[in-house]
């Protein structure tokens, strides 16, 4: 099985050094809190979040394969529902997935796109989200959503950025 240091070797690797690799590292730190509130395997949900992007760079251009080839590159080192969050993250691979992982991943991910549009170390009220990222209207319905689905409150997700330090200083 792939190890934590494996995953962030293949960011290395695939990601470099790229606000994309920032980006999984922090997606695999709030996959691990997250898992700990949820009582998931903390290291199987760290290491989907480390994994779900490797694929970005080679996808570009075929945004339909990201995340099933990143899944496919990891094929047994990864147990089946991490593959399957993996390459459902994004909806336009057109797959779906109703496992606890998949949805976690996908708030991970939704976290890590907030914080990339925030100034401060921690998440405004929801409110105030909406008109931050009316340029992506689908973003904090998905956040929050998910987060009330798994039952994460909204001061945990608070919480995880702001120990994260993945913010943008103003």
């Given at each position: 099985?792939l190890?934590v ?5 293949e ?5 470099g050094?790229?606000p ?19 009582q998931?395997?903390a290291?199987?949900c760290?290491?989907v979040?480390?994994?779900?992007d490797?694929?970005f760079e ?13 899944a ?6 990864l ?6 969050a993996i390459?459902?993250?994004d909806?336009?691979a057109?797959?779906?997935c109703d496992l606890?992982i998949c ?5 991970a991910?939704a976290?890590?796109?907030i914080a ?9 009220d ?13 973003l904090?319905?998905l ?9 994460i ?5 608070s919480?995880i ?10």
């Amino acid at each position: 099985m792939l190890t934590v240091s494996d995953a962030h070797r293949e960011i290395d690797d695939k990601l470099g050094d790229t606000p994309r690799a920032a980006h999984s590292r922090f997606v695999g730190y709030a996959m691990r809190r997250i898992a700990a509130h949820l009582q998931m395997d903390a290291v199987v949900c760290e290491l989907v979040g480390l994994c779900h992007d490797l694929d970005f760079e080679h996808t570009r251009t075929t945004p339909h394969q990201h995340g099933p080839l990143a899944a496919a590159w990891l094929s047994g080192r990864l147990p089946p529902d991490a593959l399957l969050a993996i390459a459902a993250h994004d909806h336009r691979a057109g797959l779906t997935c109703d496992l606890p992982i998949c949805a976690a991943l996908k708030l991970a991910d939704a976290l890590a796109v907030i914080a990339e549009g925030l100034t401060g170390p921690s998440l405004p009220d929801p409110d105030d989200l909406v008109g931050r990222f009316e340029s992506r209207p689908w973003l904090v319905p998905l956040l929050l959503d998910t987060a009330g689905h798994l039952s994460i409150p909204y001061p945990l997700l608070s919480d995880i950025l702001a120990q994260s330090g993945y913010v943008k200083r103003a």
